[in-house]
């Protein structure tokens, strides 16, 4: 599901920002930016409580139901509530009226969402299914693009298309929840589940302002043409990050389970694992786009995005301190049920954007909003080591880190030695990509001897090794 995550993004991505352009790509993208801020009010802490209290249900069909009517429910007056305030917004904001019909239908991934429970099937580590049913929607999605989104004024089939792929999927779900539950609606007996789920949305919600809130302010302030740029830049970061919040979602059931029996040991190497993770992935991955960002901007956006480069080379660095920053607070801080700390450090940390943005977006448009995004992110990872610290004796990496660091030294020189002597950028960033791979594996594996990335590569070895012996 990690590698589709990675493979449909750039089969599409390139083709929609040349067709529709900078401009009509922006039009779309501040409509689902409004309607993502309201399914994240309207769903708050839910999927969060969710997925951690489902894995405490064990096999136990009666608890299971019993979170599951009473969130679902709550969820289903949630929604109500925000529908009639979205509703308001878009006859009275001139930024949306202009584009009604891209709300209304809009409206229908707000309504969707409350049958697409994705936090059950994560809870219960049901990723097969998760995975075959991503596999199929996001095929089917990528064959209707190229159907069609044919020219530049069909942002709007973009966007219907783009909401369509919940609707599916919500149904496709909401059928298979038949297997693990029986939904009834139950009012009685939430207020159990109120506090968490509003705690953990209040921190949901102020973490969007990093996200959401930055398109919707500088499509406000700076048009539509900006948040073009802005939205190529971070959709290609999201695009890398997304291995590792693929990662952190299947570890986290996992490791509230072990901290639920008590087996501490075994949930600080699990840790160090994590941490190990976020080291040798993000270091050198960082390293070759910062180098290459020219040529990953033109290659996957196309001409005339060149302003986005910039903010691309800034919010990259953001693979390496949201993977630190979801350790310290999906993978600790949360499973120890440190909600209070975990509330302070987003809090600090979105007052910090909101007032970077306030106070540079109007004079440095995506330039700002990338800064608004990279700059609290450091912050937070800072106060989130200092409390996770203090609530968990764990150890921190660093010597690893460096280790990583120092291996990636070539890799710089020979980044840059071919985008100055290879005449083709497109030859000169797949050869840099493909011999920077080969290189740091083989160091890795064979130099620096890291346990996580040898005890892998062993695994693969000696499983490919009994294949072919059986055969």
Same mark, same amino acid.
């Given at each position: ?184 609606? /139950? @009012?009685?007996?939430?207020? #159990?589940?109120?506090?968490? +789920? %509003? ?6 919600? &102020?973490? $969007? ?121 999906? /993978? @600790?801080?949360?499973?120890? #049920?440190?909600?209070?700390? +975990? %509330? ?6 979105? &007052?910090? $954007? ?118």
């Amino acid at each position: 599901m990690t590698i589709s995550g990675y493979l449909f993004p750039l089969l599409t991505f390139p083709y929609v920002t040349r067709v529709l352009g900078a401009e009509n790509f922006g039009i779309a993208n501040f409509a689902m930016s409004i309607v993502d801020y309201a399914i994240l009010f309207s769903t708050l802490g839910l999927a969060t409580i969710g997925y951690r209290y489902i894995p405490q249900c064990n096999d136990d069909r009666e608890s299971r139901e019993d979170v599951f009517n009473h969130l679902v429910s709550l969820h289903i007056i949630m929604t109500g509530i925000i529908l009639v305030i979205y509703t308001v917004c878009v006859f009275v904001i001139p930024q949306l009226s202009s584009n009604k019909p891209l709300y209304f239908i809009g409206a229908t991934k707000i309504i969707f969402n409350i049958i697409l429970v994705e936090w059950l099937f994560q809870g219960m580590q049901d990723f097969r299914f998760i995975t075959l049913r991503t596999l199929l929607v996001r095929a089917l999605y990528v064959v209707a693009v190229f159907l069609f989104v044919r020219k530049s004024s069909d942002y709007d089939i973009y966007f219907y298309l783009t909401i369509a792929q919940v609707v599916v999927n919500a149904v496709i779900n909401w059928h298979y929840t038949r297997q693990f539950v029986s939904f009834r609606f /139950q @009012i009685k007996g939430c207020k #159990k589940y109120l506090f968490p +789920v %509003l705690s953990m949305g209040v921190n949901r919600i &102020l973490f $969007s302002f990093y996200l959401t809130f930055n398109v919707i302010y500088l499509g406000m302030l700076c048009g539509n043409l900006a948040v073009g740029y802005f939205s190529t830049a971070t959709r290609l970061y999201t695009i890398f990050l997304s291995i590792l919040n693929a990662y952190n979602g299947v570890f986290v059931p996992f490791l509230n389970s072990l901290y639920g029996k008590n087996e501490l040991e075994q949930f600080k190497k699990m840790i160090h694992y994590s941490f190990s993770i976020v080291g040798f992935v993000s270091i050198p991955l960082i390293i070759v786009c910062v180098i290459f960002a020219p040529e990953i901007i033109r290659i996957t956006a196309g001409a005339g995005y060149e302003p986005a480069i910039l903010p691309f080379r800034i919010v990259i660095f953001q693979v390496f301190f949201i993977g630190l920053a979801q350790i310290l607070e999906n /993978q @600790i801080l949360l499973s120890l #049920k440190k909600f209070k700390e +975990v %509330l302070v450090c987003t809090s600090v940390c979105t &007052l910090l $954007s909101v007032i970077i943005l306030l106070s540079f977006t109007a004079k440095y448009g995506e330039v700002a909003a990338a800064y608004a995004v990279a700059i609290p992110h450091v912050l937070e990872s800072v106060l989130l080591y200092h409390y996770a610290k203090k609530s968990l004796n764990f150890t921190f990496p660093s010597k690893e880190y460096l280790y990583h660091l120092s291996v990636c030294v070539p890799i710089v020189m020979l980044c840059l030695a071919l985008k100055q002597w290879c005449p083709n950028y497109i030859m000169s960033l797949v050869l840099g990509c493909g011999i920077s791979m080969v290189y740091y594996f083989l160091i890795e594996y064979h130099v620096v001897r890291q346990e996580m990335v040898t005890s892998q590569i062993d695994n693969v070895l000696h499983k490919a090794h009994a294949l072919f012996r059986n055969k």
